[in-house]
């Protein structure tokens, strides 16, 4: 039997959202069995806001990925730690924030994954839950497009095309793995453009963004960070990730292969509902090979939820 996990002892971080530029503490709490993942949003009153992590609950994809309700209880840019749980074979675990947006860190999964890895996982006594893509779902949205793929397992074929010279056209595949997300994506940082900052900062957008945790592109067509690019295709490889966070909203693992061309948050999301609401495009099994129900894909509620007590890192 294939098992569900949670991580091994609850982890603590704290840096700043990158579009908010609010200083944030988020903690990571082991789970039981069934939990999936869970966002705990704490008010200064002591409320606590329970908002699932699934693609029912996703209420914007414009900049980043939010879910819960963006003039009220929401998480935002969940993108990199929910790639980074998926990845490394997290199935539950309470995720508490004091604030409304997912610190930016390192500006990819990096510092999520090593503290996952240093906490170590617990194998739980429940079979891991899949969603087995049985035929070809696809979307079309500005001249890109998602499709979703039978395959054997977890499989990613993204490929970006953009006008300015210093990303052009780039593809990156592989199968999903733990090793494969650490090595090969996890550094891979978020992106952008030095002549769309103003307009960021006037929208109240980017205002936690800098050289340390994005990848910025001069008005010379040129990466401006002194130390240059992680990887020489960092752009392809943080869509991907991107890719990996966002179908983690799925909540289980999905058994087929995604293949997006000019892709993002908002094909992703498209995507996923769309393999979701088709009962013939897939199937819901466990990790002993039995089919399983559905997943419930929505539900937020303010909730009295105690304090975890202090972190363990």
Known sequence: MVSQHTIGARIG????????????????????????????????SGLVHEIRAVSGNVTSTDLSTIVGDRRGAHVATIEHIMAALYAMDVDNVVVQIDGNEIPIMDGGSDMFVRAIEAAGLVAQRAPRRFIKVLKSVR????????????????????????????????RFCADLSPS???????????????????????????????????????????????????????????????????????????????????????????????????????????????????LRQAGMAAIAVPALGPQVL
Request: some cysteine; proline content about 4%; charged content about 25%.
């Open 180 to 294: 494969l997300f650490r090595d090969e994506l996890a550094r891979a940082r978020t992106f952008g453009f030095m002549k769309d900052v103003e307009r960021l900062w006037a929208s109240g957008h980017a205002l936690g963004s800098s050289l340390e945790n994005s990848v910025v592109i001069g008005d010379d067509d040129r990466v401006i960070n002194p130390a240059g690019l992680r990887y020489p295709d960092e752009f392809v490889r943080h869509k991907t990730l991107d890719a990996v966070g966002d179908q983690a909203l799925a909540g289980a693992r999905v058994l087929g292969c995604y293949r997006s061309y000019k892709g993002g948050h908002r094909l992703n999301a498209m995507a996923l509902q769309a393999l979701l609401a088709d009962p013939s495009a897939h199937a819901f099994v466990e990790g002993n090979g039995r089919r399983a129900e559905p």
């Open 139 to 170: 979307v079309e949205l500005n001249g890109g497009f998602a499709e979703y793929h039978p395959h054997e397992g977890t499989r990613f074929e993204v490929e970006i095309d953009f006008a300015t010279a210093a990303i052009g056209r780039q």
């Open 13 to 44: 971080f704290e840096g700043v959202g990158v579009h908010s530029g609010t200083l944030v503490e988020l903690s990571l709490h082991p789970a039981e069995p069934d939990t999936g993942i869970v966002f705990h949003v704490f008010e200064a």
